[in-house]
């Protein structure tokens, strides 16, 4: 097992992202992608991952 932690600095970038994407998400899922990101960037990428997304970005604010 392996926990990849990023800075709460990636958080906002990684949720432009997936709203670019046409995911609207809140800072929660935002944080597991852009965690996602780094293991990408560590490990290269994965065929078969697969990210919670909890939350609608409805209560963000951001």
């Given at each position: 097992m392996e926990i990849?932690?990023?800075?709460?600095s990636e958080i906002l970038p990684a949720r432009a992202t997936l709203a670019a994407k046409g995911v609207y998400c809140e800072h929660t899922t935002a944080g597991?992608?852009?965690?996602y990101k780094k293991y990408c960037?560590?490990?290269?990428?994965?065929?078969?991952?697969?990210?919670?997304?909890?939350?609608a970005g409805l209560k963000s604010d951001h």
């Open positions: 990849v932690t990023i800075p709460e597991n992608f852009a965690a960037e560590l490990h290269s990428r994965t065929p078969d991952s697969l990210i919670t997304m909890c939350g």
